[in-house]
């Protein structure tokens, strides 16, 4: 409960700022839900896939 209340108090500030938010550690499908109900609609974790090494960049 305290990670969900803390998650929309930055996406709601952030918002009110005009700024995007990008979730990072998202890795469940529940999580990124979540997060886009609640209007982050960007993620980056191992749900999508796991970290590479730089020279992929």
Known sequence: PNDA???CTII????SLGLDVVAEGVETEGQRA????????QFQGYLFGRPG???WL
Do not use: D, K, Y
Not at 12 to 15: E, G, P
Not at 34 to 41: M, S, V, Y
């Open 12 to 15: 709601t500030l952030a918002s």
């Open 34 to 41: 979540f997060l886009l109900r609640n209007g982050c609609q």
């Open 53 to 55: 090494p730089v020279e």
């Open 5 to 7: 209340a803390i998650a």
